[in-house]
């Protein structure tokens, strides 16, 4: 009989000096840092899942505060969210506001009225995607040509070293210490992707609690080998 871990709750950490710059987001990171002198109203971060788009909103909503005196973090919201009753709303409470996982299939009116308003009364939006919103195909021509003049910059995939130091930090969320040796054969073995690294992390840590042992190779081939199958097992 196998015991089965308990879902705990982690909290990753999200804070600027969490941040881990490297050549693959030393721009997204340069350009959040960068508020208010932006080079536009308003700008968008897009990369692959779990790259740290989430965690640059982060820095940007406590920069504002910051420097604002803002008494509580701006707000986020899904594109998807965003509804025309609601857009005066946004404006009126939040000059400044974070609009995540923007897709084309979204209320286009919306969002027309959304940018407008914040480009024409002085606010500010912080854009995440996973593309470039000028390689989108939104419905409304109006919004489309709006979001393509957009400054966007594109966080790539991690470098050894950066995915090193990810897996790291992603341990270390889960009160969990690794020895050098171990990250270095994950690196060896791993897709290379911000998204993965995640995936692989949360794996070894439950089949290390289910087995009531310290994370080793051998827990890290067992976690791989795992993941994997689980890939094959969603193609048929």
Not at 38 to 59: D, M, Q, R
């Amino acid at each position: 009989m196998q015991q089965l871990p308990l879902e705990f709750p982690h909290l990753p950490c999200m804070g600027k000096e969490d941040f881990m710059v490297a050549k693959c987001n030393l721009e997204a990171a340069t350009l959040v840092e960068s508020w208010p002198n932006w080079p536009y109203f308003a700008v968008c971060i897009y990369g692959s899942e779990g790259c740290g788009k989430t965690h640059l909103a982060n820095v940007f909503s406590n920069t504002v505060s910051k420097l604002t005196n803002y008494p509580y973090k701006i707000p986020f919201i899904r594109a998807e969210q965003i509804e025309l009753e609601t857009v005066h709303k946004l404006f009126n409470q939040n000059k400044c506001l974070v609009v995540e996982d923007l897709i084309p299939e979204i209320n286009c009116e919306a969002l027309f009225h959304l940018y407008n308003l914040y480009r024409n009364e002085g606010g500010n939006i912080l854009f995440t995607a996973s593309t470039a919103p000028a390689r989108m195909n939104f419905k409304l021509p109006d919004l489309q040509s709006r979001l393509n003049i957009v400054t966007s910059v594109e966080i790539k995939e991690p470098d050894d070293d950066l995915l090193s130091s990810l897996l790291i930090k992603l341990f270390m969320d889960r009160q969990v210490m690794v020895n050098p040796e171990i990250i270095n054969y994950m690196v060896a073995n791993m897709q290379r992707s911000f998204a993965y690294a995640r995936k692989l992390v949360m794996e070894i840590d439950n089949i290390s609690l289910a087995k009531k042992r310290a994370v080793s190779v051998s827990i890290v081939k067992e976690a791989i080998a795992s993941l994997a199958a689980d890939t094959q097992g969603e193609l048929f």
